[in-house]
């Protein structure tokens, strides 16, 4: 019996290895990784939640800076209700927005003004025409970047601040940026941010570092918006568990209490 478990848990433990090996392998083939500042935020941990302040200013770095390139085409103009904006707010901001829609009764397509229920509106029509504004490169929709990149947030975060001067022997391709945080440091996407690019409206300073972690809180919640959401039900989960166990506990003493 013993042996068969010892067996067991061998196996488990190679596996195991086997697998954390199967799946670090390629992070490593990649070449020498970057490390990435990291960064104390608002969500972070199971009882992290994001601060609404950091949310709003996110929201208005991207809105005044980012959307000039990068779309955002997953997160509706109603969604903002979560950073705190209430309803008249939200059809004011979506009524900035030109949106094509159609077709109409005579088939051609028109441009309206924004509506709630509309996605945010796309910088460019389709991806060529967005290669074709930026020197061939293409900026990414942002709704899942804070997802797509591993330590995403502070990838995104070191990436916004890691615009430096690049080392006197590195050969900088023409059209393109130095930046210390990028996997190759070659980027085709100029410096977005350089301090006080926007005014807050609660007044709070607008540094690199300051609307590089706002917006990085912003572009967070835009990749996972239930995330409060789920680390409630999965603290709800553990103390229902907790108690659960006290009461199954107390029901065994009280059944086994006159056997001795
Ligand atoms: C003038 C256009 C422009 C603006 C404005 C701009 N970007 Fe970009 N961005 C690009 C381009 C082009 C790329 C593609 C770069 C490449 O592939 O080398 C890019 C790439 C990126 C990437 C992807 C990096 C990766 O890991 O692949 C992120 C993230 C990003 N931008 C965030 C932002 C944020 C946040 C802002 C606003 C503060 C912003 N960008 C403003 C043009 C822009």
């Not at 969500?43 to 200013?57: E, M």
């Not at 950073?83 to 900035?96: C, S, V």
Request: with cysteine; charged share 20%; aromatic share 12%.
């Amino acid at each position: 019996m013993i042996a068969r478990l010892t067996t067991t848990i061998a196996a488990v433990a190679v596996a195991a290895g086997a697998w954390s090996f199967a799946v670090s392998g390629p992070a490593q083939a990649a070449g020498p990784a970057i490390e990435y500042p990291q960064h104390d935020w608002s969500f972070s941990g199971p009882f992290g939640t994001f601060d609404r302040g950091a949310l709003q200013r996110g929201f208005q770095v991207y809105k005044n800076i980012c959307s000039g390139c990068h779309a955002l085409s997953y997160v509706a103009y109603r969604n903002l209700e979560d950073l705190g904006y209430n309803e008249d707010e939200i059809k004011a901001i979506a009524a900035q927005a030109l949106v094509v829609d159609g077709p109409n009764d005579d088939g051609e397509m028109f441009e309206r003004s924004g509506i709630p229920a509309d996605r945010f509106v796309s910088p460019f029509p389709n991806e060529k025409a967005a290669r074709a504004a930026n020197g061939g490169a293409y900026p990414p929709d942002l709704s899942l970047i804070v997802k797509a990149r591993p330590d995403g947030a502070n990838y995104l975060r070191a990436l916004l601040v890691g615009y430096v001067d690049p080392p006197a022997d590195f050969n900088l391709m023409p059209g393109m940026n130095y930046n210390a945080y990028f996997s190759g440091h070659q980027i085709a996407m100029a410096q977005p941010l350089w301090g006080d690019d926007v005014t807050f409206e609660d007044g709070t300073a607008a540094t690199i570092e300051q609307q590089a972690e706002d917006l990085t809180t912003f572009l967070a919640w835009a990749a996972e918006p239930e995330m409060e959401e789920r680390k409630r039900a999965g603290v709800m989960t553990i103390l229902f568990l907790l108690v659960f166990t006290g009461l199954l506990y107390a029901t065994k003493r009280k059944i086994w209490a006159d056997v001795h």
